[in-house]
Every structure is written in structure tokens, then in C-alpha cells.
Antibody, heavy 118, light 113 residues
Framework: EVQLVESGGGLVQPGRSMKLSCAASGFTFSNYGMAWVRQAPTKGLEWVATISYDGSSTYYRDSVKGRFTISRDNAKSTLYLQMNSLRSEDTATYYC???????????WGQGVMVTVSS | DIVMTQTPSSQAVSAGEKVTMSCKSSQSLLYSENKKNYLAWYQQKPGQSPKLLISWASTRESGVPDRFIGSGSGTDFTLTISSVQAEDLAVYYCEQYYDTPPTFGGGTKLELK
């Protein structure tokens, strides 16, 4: 059974940093691209970033470019999202997802809440 | 970026009813080389993570009931629930993955009448 378990969320002040982790199990992690998708409170879904199966390629939405870094450790089957210079508009539930062929997302974690507030 | 527009934003339904919801993209999602539409549908129940229902516009995921039917091509897509059940009350999102960034529609919320 595919499982994606996020951790690392919480309350953080504007301008500070936070790192999210996602522990994957139930599939061969190193064979799949992975992504982060977020959802602001009561809002819709918004893609944040994607990383290729081997970590050689990364893609970001414009609003997080230069502030967020997606990375992975295939030996640990873990996905990361380093978030710097956080803004109030980054407040959201962040979902770890497995990226199937192309950029659709076939498995989702339970999500982790990030609140950016002073 | 490709803009995805879903209508209606909410819909009140009764159990057993047939439901259709629309998703329109600002440009074609049909890739000419493989004749595939790069469109997915997700279901998000209250307090839960989204769940993939349909990919490639019409391919149901394993375990998804056959009352969920995806159709359409190019820029116009439809998700049909042939006979709504109580457990189908949720928000439904479409997503295009034809181009980066992948983008989602605003969602259609199914509510009880």
C-alpha cells in the first residue's frame, strides 16, 4: 500500500524558514517523480513544485521560485521542501504527492499545515 | 499558464440523481502525437486529502466506481456521476498536466438537496 506521510509543519513568523518532509513507502520511491501541492484554508488546489525521479530536474511555480527548494533522498525514500522567506500567502496545507506519467498526482499524503503569521 | 474553469461552483443533488459538471481549459489539452488529453479529475471529501479519480480525461483509476465517467476532448471536459450516492458528496477538481505549471480548476462542490 502506498503511503506518504508529511511532517514538519506548524506556525512560523513571516520571513523565517521551515522544512517539510515526506516519508514514502509501499512503492519504489526512486522510480517516481514527486511533487508538493498546497491548499490555502477554504481555497482550491495549487501546485508548488515537482522533482524528477532522480532529482536531476526540478520545477517551481513562479511565486515560490528562489524561496522554496524541493529535494529528495532516494536512499531514505524521503521528499523534502525547504521553504525560506515565508510569507502570509504561503499559509496552507501542504500535500506530498506522487507524480505519475506527466504531472498528474496519483497518491496524496494526509497533508501538513503551515501557518505563516506573526 | 493554462486557466481551468469549472462550472458550476456548487450543485445540490439528491441520491440517485445523474450529475454532470464541466471543466474548460484556456487552450487545448489534446497532444497531437499521442492523441491523449492531459486532464485529470480529483475528489476531495471534507477533511480528507484529494483522491485521483480519472486521468487522461477518461481513464478511471483502479477501484473507482464505474458510476464516475470522464469525457471530453480539446478544451471541454465533463465528469458525470451516473447515480449519485451519499458518499460522493465532495468537491471535485479538474487538473491539466499538458503544460507546466500544472493548474487546477476552482472546484465543483456537490451538496445534498
Amino acid at each position: 500500500e502506498v503511503q506518504l506521510v508529511e511532517s514538519g509543519g506548524g506556525l512560523v513568523q513571516p520571513g523565517r524558514s521551515m522544512k517539510l518532509s515526506c516519508a514514502a513507502s509501499g512503492f519504489t520511491f526512486s522510480n517516481y517523480g514527486m511533487a508538493w501541492v498546497r491548499q490555502a484554508p477554504t481555497k482550491g488546489l495549487e501546485w508548488v513544485a515537482t522533482i524528477s525521479y532522480d532529482g536531476s530536474s526540478t520545477y517551481y511555480r513562479d511565486s515560490v521560485k528562489g524561496r522554496f527548494t524541493i529535494s529528495r533522498d532516494n536512499a531514505k525514500s524521503t521528499l523534502y521542501l525547504q521553504m525560506n522567506s515565508l510569507r502570509s500567502e504561503d499559509t496552507a496545507t501542504y500535500y506530498c504527492t506522487r507524480a505519475s506519467t506527466g504531472h498528474y498526482f496519483d497518491y496524496w499524503g494526509q497533508g501538513v499545515m503551515v501557518t505563516v503569521s506573526s | 499558464d493554462i486557466v481551468m474553469t469549472q462550472t458550476p461552483s456548487s450543485q445540490a443533488v439528491s441520491a440517485g440523481e445523474k450529475v454532470t459538471m464541466s471543466c474548460k481549459s484556456s487552450q487545448s489539452l489534446l497532444y497531437s502525437e499521442n492523441k491523449k488529453n492531459y486532464l485529470a479529475w480529483y475528489q476531495q471529501k471534507p477533511g480528507q486529502s484529494p483522491k485521483l479519480l480519472i486521468s487522461w480525461a477518461s481513464t478511471r483509476e483502479s477501484g473507482v466506481p464505474d458510476r464516475f465517467i470522464g469525457s471530453g476532448s480539446g478544451t471541454d471536459f465533463t465528469l458525470t456521476i451516473s447515480s449519485v450516492q451519499a458518499e460522493d458528496l465532495a468537491v471535485y477538481y479538474c487538473e491539466q498536466y499538458y503544460d507546466t505549471p500544472p493548474t487546477f480548476g476552482g472546484g465543483t462542490k456537490l451538496e445534498l438537496k
